[in-house]
Structures are given as C-alpha cells and as structure tokens.
C-alpha cells in the first residue's frame, strides 16, 4: 500500500508518480510532499529524487489546482497543471504534469467536453 504524508520523501512518492506518469502517457510528473522535496519523472523513469518544483509548492500553500507556465526551472516556458494532494481537509503534497504538447493536452480535454463525444463518457468524467 502506498501511503502519502506530509513528510514522504521521494523514495515514497516514486512508484506513484511513475504510474501517473504512465497512465498521461509519458508526459513528465513532478510530486512533492508538502514539507519535503519530492521527484521529476520523464521517459519513463525518475531523473530528480531532490525536485523542490515552485508550482508544487505554490499549489501547496493555496490549497488548490494551478494551470501555469513556469519562468524558471527545468520547465521553464511549458504548461503545467498542478493538484494538490489533501486527506481530511489537510493538504499533505502536489503532483504536477507537464504540458509538453504545447497546449494540446488542454485542447483534447476540450475536445472530450463537446457534446457529441461526452455523451460516450460519464457524467463524473467531466463535470460542467
């Protein structure tokens, strides 16, 4: 069983982070805890088990979703999306994708809200 702290460092974060990595197909995952740093997985393995991650961190400290392009860092320019990672109202970290697409990964979720494609989905896939 994984189980995430506010304290987990990166060793506890990597198996998961490399499944959500897989699961978006490939696109680069960032995961920290929230008093730890965390990892940064691309290609399909993890390439930094020290990733402080700015949007993490601020996604952190809001307690909500950010969509951003970061100015520094080694995703500087690129979208990404963060979530933070709450149990009992407590956010305990925040994992990040990387929007290498360029913006197509956003497009394709809007692509998926159209009415005649998300009438295959369930309702709960895209709320409104």
Request: charged share 30%; no cysteine.
């Amino acid at each position: 069983m994984i189980t995430i702290s506010k304290d987990s460092e990166a060793k506890d974060l990597k198996e998961l982070a490399l499944s959500i990595h897989e699961l978006v197909n490939k696109l680069p995952v960032a995961m920290r805890s929230k008093e730890k740093p965390g990892v940064r997985v691309e290609k399909g393995k993890v390439v930094d088990e020290n990733y402080e991650g700015y949007v993490l961190k601020l996604a952190i400290k809001m307690k909500k979703s950010i969509k951003a392009t970061p100015i520094d860092g080694p995703y500087k320019g690129i979208p990404v999306l963060v979530v933070p990672i709450f149990k009992d109202d407590e956010v305990l970290g925040a994992i990040g994708v990387v929007d290498i697409t360029a913006g197509i990964f956003d497009e394709i979720l809007a692509i998926a809200r159209r009415p005649e494609i998300a009438k295959f989905l369930p309702e709960e896939a895209f709320p409104r």
